[in-house]
């Protein structure tokens, strides 16, 4: 069974542009998260989509942005990029709802901001 | 506000030893408490995890404790090898309705380093 998919795995961007990350689920679940790591903020969670809706959203401004299709798969989109926006950007996906369920890290998307 | 608190910050165990990771939570709506590893280059992997319902749960070298009135819980590796140099990192997080634990809440993670 594949594992989280993710591409690019690594991209870099001019501040002010926008960039569009992808993620393929694991085939069978519905959950899609995303997280950002960086060295200073940790792992903080984004957002979250379940059969193409966002259940979920962390704290962070509306320039991020993310949409999930009736395929499970999502996207993840930043406008208007800040150098502050360098980070390795984590999808996570898991089964239908559930208590307690695991969740599956993909190997990220590493955005460096120039 | 960081809701979960992780420490130390960096670990160094000899082989063989026991290596032990402390965190902390505030909010006491958490029922879900993972513990992932992470390599160099790589995503989170879960490691164990365990439900506020019990006192500890063991998978093989790995053991979580925890102590629910405290609001604390670890992670105990036992006879640790090379290759459990890695960080790791404590999460929570908690169940809306019927839904999944999707919403993780990391702690800061600890860079694990055992020695020969």
């Known amino acids: 069974k594949a594992g989280v998919t993710q591409t690019p795995r690594y991209l870099i961007k001019t501040r002010g542009q926008q960039v569009t990350l992808s993620c393929s689920p694991i085939s069978g679940h519905r959950s899609v998260s995303w997280y950002q790591q960086t060295p200073g903020q940790g792992l903080q969670f984004l957002f979250e989509?379940?059969?193409?809706?966002?259940?979920n959203k962390g704290n962070f401004p509306g320039r991020f942005s993310g949409r999930q299709f009736s395929n499970s798969r999502s996207e993840m989109n930043v406008s208007t990029l800040e150098l502050g926006d360098s980070a390795l950007y984590l999808c996570a996906s898991s089964s239908q709802g559930g208590f307690g369920n695991t969740i599956y890290f993909g190997e990220g998307s590493w955005l460096t901001v120039v | 506000q960081q809701q979960v608190k992780q420490s130390p910050q960096s670990l160094i165990v000899q082989k063989g030893g026991i290596s032990i990771i402390n965190c902390a939570y505030e909010?006491?709506?958490?029922?879900?408490f993972p513990w992932y590893q992470q390599f160099p280059g790589k995503g989170p992997a879960l490691l164990i995890a365990?439900?506020?319902?019990?006192s500890e749960k063991k998978e093989g070298r790995f053991t979580i404790s925890f102590n629910k009135s405290a609001k604390q819980f670890s992670l105990h590796i036992m006879d640790s090898q090379p290759g459990d140099s890695a960080t790791y990192f404590c999460a929570a997080s908690y169940s809306i309705s019927n839904f999944g634990n999707e919403k993780l809440t990391f702690g800061t993670g600890t860079r694990l380093t055992i020695i020969p």
């Open positions: 909010n006491t709506a958490f029922d879900y």
């Open positions: 989509y379940f059969s193409e809706t966002q259940r």
């Open positions: 365990i439900r506020p319902d019990v």
